[in-house]
């Protein structure tokens, strides 16, 4: 039909995005019905997205981990980011939906929901259950609440179209434009809890509107002639103008039930502190008598003014809100000839906003190269408590959060010579420079930077735990190295300590068999056979090149000696040890075990009437044992040492540390200090006068004792035991960094101060 030729979608993009759908086949009339429900659609849809933010920050705050918490955020910042995709498919599936109406496939039956196509994994059988739930009870809900208008729409329809059709297979039913939902989200990898929420969103802004969306597409039906005998009750006219106030954002910030009224509570019992303290903690500003308060209207545009011309490079200290404020308000009364004031409430919110700042720039957690950047949020900051007086009251409010999250991150961050490279600097930088240049008076914006910098944060800390979980398996595999080579020592020394022994022995044992020690005792621990038969080769070893009179030695000797270079040899080879080293301590060994023989071999002569046997036979020496050298070589002494000193092993590059020489009580108060601090606290170490050293505390080796620091990426910058780290808290070279949120840190601190000056 030429009528239908000319029937474009929604929009152009709309079009683009179905160049499949045969949009020419359709009746007029349900042209009609499907471009009124695809602009309601898409309405509907808007106002999702824009409440979404609000509802996933709500499950942000109240989430009981940080892994939960970042789940949101990056599920609220993959949902910016592919908005306006799902949006273009969802419509683009309720077009094909239409177009298949008169299709032959319109009979069969429609499939099932394709649940797992909401993101590319497939999910496990008990997220699949709670999502089919889900889905069941949303589409129950609007079968219960809209099904005789949505039957009535269904019968119209088969009287337009040339197969039966249900109200499963309806494209405006509740079914199938879940179906559409979903398969728009297909892209999103969120878990089941963020799905639900978005699943609850789309009944409350979509669903919820069916009752308008049927409704209408029976009227389009009936005003053509379709059926006009079926009568339809009216939509829930009150319902629908409450959800349209709230998609046009009447009701921006979302509250809990009650919390207006506790916000008003909260704000009018900061005014009454700020009251009883006016002309003392604060200056009361001279009143003219017949001076009239500018609207907060006003005092948003004076406030956008100083936000645009405020000077990049002022100190924290040189800046005062107040006094800005008073000479702008003095130059605009001299020109209208009226004098002008701040109205009362938006005085307290400035005073307020000036206190927490001045709490803020004062504190010692906060980098001094940091705090000139967040002390240009001052005026965005009272913009919003301008607007939004829950900025107070609500710890979830996005400004309070962007403030916080900056503060958090900036935590670990220390001052640097060339701070402007630091990508933390420049990412914060970057959000004051948005604030300042795009902030006007929607709190929209805060939200938006939230998420982008939650989601830099977020990469950030992932880098930085894996590095730091690098850093702590490399200390724990130190301190079983550690624990291991006190082992070894322990058995040489008990061993060799006060003997006088061949010097090839001695070496060989510490600098050899030292090692293959160490890889048993750490791969299978000082309890096991393997530990044993290592330890029983050196005690063979050891006996072997001692002297000997028992003649029973000899023989004990002659079966020891084949055994034991085995178990030499194998050990070695174990250990990887050198083998240009390992055949020369072999050639001295056999010497040493040569002259061994022969010393059996002439003591064997002198108990036998003096006469020196000649073979070895005559000695009782077996001859494939051992081949004998000459004898002149047996006459050598070996060179001999004594072991007086405790044998220590250290690591490759390893030195001995050196303990403070310092006895500390049990209960001194450093020491409780020190076992006070918790894995993850932040501390601040004074290097020398002018450095400082921000770490933190990323684990403690219980073996060995030691407190390990890491900074901020995770890299390992501090190694203290704990009288070390006492010592360093007696002389207040360090100090613990409070990692509370700053905002309520201030906020604490201004309730505590007005009520101190008020009782005063």
């Known amino acids: 039909m030429k009528t239908d030729a000319k029937v474009v979608p929604l929009n152009k993009a709309a079009a683009a995005q179905s160049p499949t759908s045969p949009v020419g086949r359709l009746p007029v009339a349900l042209i009609q019905v499907r471009d009124k429900a695809a602009q309601q659609l898409r309405q509907s849809l808007q106002s999702l997205f824009e409440n979404a933010d609000d509802s996933l920050f709500e499950m942000a705050d109240r989430a009981t981990s940080n892994v939960e918490q970042n789940a949101f955020f990056e599920a609220m910042r993959d949902l910016r980011l592919k908005r306006k995709n799902i949006e273009r498919g969802f419509l683009q599936k309720v077009f094909e939906a239409f177009s298949n109406l008169n299709q032959y496939e319109i009979g069969k039956?429609?499939?099932?929901?394709?649940?797992?196509?909401?993101?590319?994994?497939?999910?496990?059988?008990?997220?699949?259950?709670?999502?089919?739930?889900?889905?069941?009870?949303?589409?129950?809900?609007?079968?219960?609440?809209?099904?005789?208008?949505?039957?009535h729409l269904t019968t119209r329809l088969n009287a337009v179209i040339s197969k039966k059709l249900d109200d499963k297979g309806n494209p405006l039913g509740p079914a199938l434009l879940s179906a559409c939902f979903l398969d728009a989200c297909s892209s999103l990898g969120v878990e089941i809890k963020v799905k639900l929420i978005i699943l609850k969103l789309f009944e409350k802004y979509v669903l919820g509107g069916c009752d308008q969306l049927y409704a209408e597409a029976n009227q389009t039906l009936v005003a053509v002639?379709?059926?006009?005998?079926?009568?339809?009750?009216?939509?829930?006219?009150?319902?629908?103008?409450?959800?349209?106030?709230?998609?046009?954002?009447?009701?921006?910030?979302?509250?809990?039930?009650?919390?207006?009224?506790?916000?008003?509570?909260?704000?009018?019992?900061?005014q009454e502190l700020l009251s009883q303290v006016r002309g003392t903690a604060m200056p009361r500003r001279a009143q003219v008598a017949d001076a009239l308060?500018?609207?907060?209207?006003?005092?948003?545009?004076?406030?956008?003014?100083?936000?645009?011309?405020?000077?990049?490079?002022?100190?924290?200290?040189?800046?005062?809100?107040?006094?800005?404020?008073?000479?702008?308000?003095?130059?605009?009364?001299?020109?209208?000839?009226?004098?002008?004031?701040?109205?009362?409430?938006?005085?307290?919110?400035?005073?307020?906003?000036?206190?927490l700042f001045e709490f803020i720039l004062d504190d010692r957690t906060l980098p001094d190269s940091l705090k000139a950047l967040i002390g240009r949020l001052q005026i965005p900051m009272l913009k919003v408590a301008v607007l939004d007086k829950t900025f107070f009251s609500r710890g979830s409010h996005p400004a309070r959060r962007l403030l916080n999250e900056i503060a958090s991150a900036a935590l670990g961050w220390g001052d640097q010579g060339d701070a402007q490279r630091d990508s933390l600097y420049q990412k914060i930088e970057q959000v004051v420079q948005r604030l300042l240049n795009d902030f006007v008076d929607d709190p929209a914006i805060f939200s938006e930077l939230l998420a982008e910098f939650m989601a830099f944060t977020g990469d950030e800390r992932r880098r930085s735990e894996l590095l730091e979980q690098r850093t702590r398996d490399a200390e724990e595999g130190s301190a079983k190295a550690e624990l291991a080579r006190r082992e070894v020592e322990h058995a040489l020394n008990e061993r060799l300590l006060g003997k006088?022994?061949?010097?090839?022995?001695?070496?060989?044992?510490?600098?050899?068999?030292?090692?293959?020690?160490?890889?048993?005792?750490?791969?299978?621990?000082?309890?096991?056979?393997?530990?044993?038969?290592?330890?029983?080769?050196?005690?063979?070893?050891?006996?072997?090149?001692?002297?000997?009179?028992?003649?029973?030695?000899?023989?004990?000797?002659?079966?020891?000696?084949?055994?034991?270079?085995?178990?030499?040899?194998?050990?070695?080879?174990?250990?990887?040890?050198?083998?240009?080293?390992?055949?020369?301590?072999?050639?001295?060994?056999?010497?040493?075990?040569?002259?061994?023989?022969?010393?059996?071999?002439?003591?064997?002569?002198?108990?036998?009437?003096?006469?020196?046997?000649?073979?070895?036979?005559?000695?009782?020496?077996?001859?494939?044992?051992?081949?004998l050298p000459p004898a002149e070589v047996a006459d050598d002494a070996p060179a001999m040492v004594e072991v007086v000193e405790e044998i220590v092993l250290l690591a490759p590059g390893q030195t001995r540390p050196q303990e403070p020489e310092v006895a500390l009580p049990d209960d001194d108060e450093a020491l409780l200090q020190v076992d006070n601090l918790r894995v993850g606290s932040w501390v601040e170490l004074q290097e020398d006068d002018e450095h400082k050293l921000r770490c933190k505390l990323a684990a403690i080796i219980k073996p060995t004792g030691k407190f390990v620091f890491v900074n901020r990426t995770g890299m390992k910058v501090l190694e203290k035991t704990r009288t070390g780290l006492a010592v360093e808290f007696r002389r207040n070279a360090i100090r613990l960094l409070d990692d509370a949120l700053l905002f309520d840190r201030a906020l604490e601190s201004v309730i505590g101060n007005l009520r101190k000056l008020k009782n005063a």
């Open 225 to 270: 002639g379709v059926l006009p005998e079926l009568k339809s009750a009216l939509p829930r006219r009150p319902q629908r103008a409450a959800a349209s106030a709230h998609a046009a954002g009447e009701e921006s910030i979302p509250l809990l039930d009650g919390a207006d009224e506790g916000v008003r509570e909260v704000f009018a019992a900061l």
């Open 109 to 151: 039956p429609q499939p099932a929901l394709d649940t797992a196509s909401f993101d590319s994994l497939s999910l496990v059988q008990d997220d699949e259950l709670e999502e089919t739930v889900a889905l069941d009870a949303m589409v129950a809900k609007v079968m219960s609440r809209d099904g005789v208008a949505l039957g």
């Open 500 to 627: 006088t022994l061949p010097e090839v022995v001695v070496r060989l044992l510490q600098e050899a068999w030292s090692k293959v020690l160490m890889l048993t005792c750490l791969k299978h621990g000082v309890h096991s056979p393997e530990w044993q038969a290592a330890l029983q080769t050196m005690d063979d070893l050891v006996w072997s090149v001692a002297p000997h009179e028992d003649p029973e030695a000899r023989l004990r000797l002659l079966e020891l000696v084949p055994g034991l270079l085995k178990a030499l040899r194998e050990g070695m080879a174990s250990a990887a040890f050198d083998p240009f080293s390992t055949s020369e301590f072999f050639s001295q060994l056999e010497m040493l075990h040569v002259q061994a023989f022969q010393r059996f071999k002439r003591a064997v002569a002198e108990v036998e009437v003096g006469e020196v046997p000649s073979t070895q036979a005559e000695a009782g020496i077996e001859a494939p044992l051992l081949e």
């Open 293 to 355: 308060p500018i609207s907060s209207n006003d005092l948003m545009r004076l406030l956008s003014h100083m936000q645009q011309r405020a000077p990049a490079q002022v100190g924290v200290a040189d800046f005062d809100l107040r006094d800005q404020l008073e000479q702008l308000l003095v130059r605009a009364s001299a020109k209208s000839g009226k004098a002008r004031v701040v109205g009362e409430v938006d005085e307290d919110v400035i005073n307020l906003v000036s206190m």
